[in-house]
């Protein structure tokens, strides 16, 4: 278990440092936001005293900061649509004179903030930035290689390298409390199915206070887990998983009650139609093929995209993992596998709903992958799923090959998004060369990128396919 954690996290690790390393400042979604909070948080500052106008010219909270925290034009390179220049039209700042900086993540917990914004207190610039992208993609491959070493088998190593997709190494390597967040949800789900009591509590405790809606993720996990094994009676007498989880849940009642003293809601622009009819009809022609395929690479601020056939075929490898479970499960194992996915899909039309007559356009595919991991990380638990695969020679060879695949589009969703930073938005896949250059050049994170996924595969391949008891679900529990 120990060298499985170590390869795991080398894996995890390399993946998360190649976006750390190939990003611009502001290279994801409102990282330039959450580098702003977490040097707040690294100075005293966990609550904005002061408003200011943001590059848009829309007054939200700010806290005081120097200069050169972020580039004098940080949204350069997608706010002039559709030109979406290459990060070369970034002015960087090296003045450290004190100023009003904007976040519009203000009110956001601070513990996520505090866990990697230390580089941004010694360095406030990109320098200090990579680090805390570091630091940031070390703390999630942490989490992941914790789930894999405690996954039993080839099937949930592979459950977990699926969730892992360049979407979320993309946001574990940026500074983003999303991928914590996903990384800590993948952590409780596979804890929690194999009775690894420690390691749920932990990952139940960072779900409750790293962000918003951790709360309704870390409970949706934890009934829907426990519905599934039939686990309920025995984790009420496991103190290793209700005490984190009991003082998480606490501190995020707290700071619901202090963030609550003020609001960063502002009105979108432009205002899109306010009538529930009218943003349904938008979801069914564009947000919902949206929301899919940022779940799996739709990059920087949804500007980015990478090829249809890369997410269909990672959508595939999926459910040829998920359809046999539906088939070989029980009805309690049915019935979670849905409810993490028509949960998931639940929440984003909720949301959408609530915030797009006073924002505009909100929701994300992105914000409901804590649910929605629980859709493969449960189909391995189907009775009998192991010793069907173990008797087809081809079915496992088939696994094998899934996880391969998975290597060269992590590795064509890197260079994708380099290309579009370094030369262009329209510009052919060429992440060599072009106006703008990663600090460390084009070619580490690309290395980084392919030895990281090379490592997933090799763990997969690796992994046995043997029967596992704890594979079992509720009758097996009551056995």
């Known amino acids: 278990m120990r060298r499985a954690f170590l390869l795991a996290f080398a894996a995890f690790f390399l993946l998360g440092a190649a976006w750390a390393l190939a990003l611009p400042v502001n290279g994801t979604y409102d990282e330039k936001q959450h580098l702003v909070r977490a040097y707040a948080v690294w100075t005293g500052q966990w609550l904005p005293h002061e408003r200011t106008a943001d590059a848009s010219g829309i007054e939200t909270s700010a806290f005081t900061g120097p200069r050169s925290l972020l580039p004098e034009n940080a949204d350069c390179t997608w706010i002039d649509k559709p030109a979406y220049h290459p990060a070369s039209c970034l002015v960087t700042v090296g003045d450290h004179a004190d100023t009003l900086v904007p976040s519009a993540a203000a009110r956001y917990s601070p513990v996520y903030y505090a866990l990697v914004g230390l580089p941004l207190r010694i360095s406030p610039d990109g320098t200090g930035l990579?680090?805390?992208?570091?630091?940031?993609?070390?703390?999630?491959?942490?989490?992941?290689?914790?789930?894999?070493?405690?996954?039993?088998?080839?099937?949930?190593?592979?459950?977990?390298?699926?969730?892992?997709?360049?979407?979320?190494?993309?946001?574990?390597?940026?500074?983003?409390?999303?991928?914590?967040?996903?990384?800590?949800?993948?952590?409780?789900?596979?804890?929690?199915?194999?009775?690894?009591?420690?390691?749920?509590?932990?990952?139940?405790?960072?779900?409750?206070?790293?962000?918003?809606?951790?709360?309704?993720?870390?409970?949706?996990?934890?009934?829907?887990?426990?519905?599934?094994?039939?686990?309920?009676?025995?984790?009420?007498?496991?103190?290793?998983?209700?005490?984190p989880a009991a003082l998480g849940a606490a501190f995020a009642v707290f700071w619901a009650a202090v963030a609550s003293r003020g609001s960063d809601l502002v009105p979108g622009r432009p205002v899109p139609p306010t009538t529930s009819g009218a943003i349904l009809s938008d979801i069914a022609h564009g947000r919902a093929e949206?929301?899919?395929?940022?779940?799996?690479?739709?990059?920087?601020?949804?500007?980015?995209?990478?090829?249809?056939?890369?997410?269909?075929?990672?959508y595939l490898l999926c459910a040829a993992l998920v359809l046999p479970a539906l088939v070989l499960g029980d009805r309690r194992l049915r019935l979670g596998i849905g409810a993490a996915f028509l949960g998931s899909a639940a929440l984003l039309v909720a949301l959408e709903l609530y915030f797009a007559p006073k924002v505009g356009?909100?929701?994300?595919?992105?914000?409901?992958?804590?649910?929605?991991?629980?859709?493969?990380?449960?189909?391995?638990?189907?009775?009998?799923?192991?010793?069907?695969?173990?008797?087809?020679?081809?079915?496992?060879?088939?696994?094998?090959?899934?996880?391969?695949?998975?290597?060269?589009?992590?590795?064509?969703?890197?260079?994708?998004?380099?290309?579009?930073?370094?030369?262009?938005?329209?510009?052919?896949?060429?992440?060599?060369?072009?106006a703008w250059s990663p600090p460390l050049g084009t070619l580490v994170p690309l290395l980084c990128a392919l030895v990281g996924a090379g490592l997933l595969g090799v763990i997969v391949t690796r992994s046995s396919v043997r029967p596992t008891p704890v594979h079992s679900t509720a009758n097996t529990f009551s056995n």
């Open 130 to 243: 990579i680090w805390a992208r570091l630091l940031s993609a070390a703390l999630s491959a942490a989490l992941l290689a914790a789930a894999v070493a405690i996954a039993p088998g080839r099937l949930e190593r592979l459950a977990v390298v699926l969730v892992t997709t360049p979407m979320l190494a993309n946001l574990a390597g940026s500074l983003n409390p999303n991928g914590l967040e996903i990384a800590a949800a993948v952590l409780l789900f596979v804890a929690l199915l194999h009775r690894r009591w420690g390691l749920a509590g932990a990952g139940a405790a960072l779900l409750f206070t790293v962000r918003d809606l951790g709360p309704f993720f870390a409970l949706a996990a934890v009934l829907v887990a426990l519905f599934v094994t039939g686990q309920h009676p025995r984790v009420l007498r496991q103190r290793a998983f209700l005490v």
């Open 361 to 434: 356009q909100f929701a994300h595919g992105r914000y409901v992958m804590p649910l929605g991991v629980g859709v493969l990380l449960l189909a391995p638990l189907a009775t009998g799923y192991t010793g069907w695969l173990s008797s087809s020679r081809w079915l496992e060879w088939a696994l094998v090959a899934a996880a391969a695949l998975t290597v060269p589009m992590q590795l064509y969703a890197l260079a994708r998004v380099m290309t579009r930073f370094q030369r262009g938005i329209s510009a052919g896949l060429n992440p060599f060369g072009g």
């Open 290 to 314: 949206f929301w899919a395929r940022q779940i799996v690479g739709q990059f920087n601020y949804g500007e980015t995209t990478i090829s249809i056939a890369v997410i269909a075929l990672w």
